[in-house]
């Protein structure tokens, strides 16, 4: 068999398959108007810097990198690695690891690849371009609609800009039930209902400053 079809080289393939799905599922997400990273980002907890498990993920600059870019990057970084290693193994000895073996080894490497590539793709992605959306802030700031419309059960995507000049793209639908926000509808932000925001229409047209 070779290299990428041996059964101890599973795990990898799984990564490689994995790597496209979400490609692809991103892909289409944009398709839509919708980025299943921003819908991910907004639902996972704000890093803290208490718990071990808060240092660890700050560590892996989750919360500075989109989370779906930090599962890419792992990723590649296994399935790069457990390839290479079972390459040299097989070159070495004439027989490929186990792939629990394999997989366990390869996983350092994953988790090095967020470590290193991550802190350069925070430095290159631009900071007026937040997904990390705070509830605390945004709540009260007008948000424009930019894709789709909304209505109570099916959410458009809207603009905002925080208190400090930073763009952030999140989900919003109309507060009251009769109410439908079109594209380019101005709105106010009122509460957050896990990751959709809901919204009145803005009162004062013109509020919001580009």
Request: proline letters at 5%.
């Given at each position: ?63 500075r990198v989109p989370s779906l870019v930090v599962v890419l990057l792992f990723l590649t970084g296994y399935a790069v690695f457990g390839y290479s290693l079972q390459l ?123």
């Amino acid at each position: 068999m070779s290299l990428f079809t041996t059964p101890e080289n599973l795990p990898f393939g799984l990564a490689f398959a994995l790597i496209v799905g979400i490609a692809l599922l991103e892909g289409l997400g944009m398709l839509m108007a919708l980025s299943p990273s921003n819908l991910i980002d907004d639902w996972l907890p704000e890093i803290g810097h208490e718990s071990a498990l808060d240092k660890l993920l700050g560590w892996l600059h989750l919360g500075r990198v989109p989370s779906l870019v930090v599962v890419l990057l792992f990723l590649t970084g296994y399935a790069v690695f457990g390839y290479s290693l079972q390459l040299a193994t097989h070159g070495l000895t004439g027989h490929y690891l186990p792939a629990w073996g394999a997989g366990l080894l390869a996983v350092p490497a994953g988790l090095a690849t967020v470590r290193a590539l991550g802190a350069l793709i925070a430095h290159i992605i631009p900071r007026d371009e937040s997904t990390a959306v705070s509830e605390t802030t945004l709540l009260g700031r007008a948000a424009l609609v930019t894709a789709g419309i909304g209505k109570q059960g099916l959410a458009a995507q809207a603009r905002v800009r925080d208190q400090h000049g930073r763009t952030h793209y999140l989900l919003v639908e109309p507060d009251l039930a009769d109410e439908e926000f079109e594209e380019g509808s101005e709105v106010l932000l009122v509460k957050k209902l896990g990751a959709v925001y809901r919204a009145i229409r803005n009162p004062h047209p013109g509020l919001m400053r580009d």
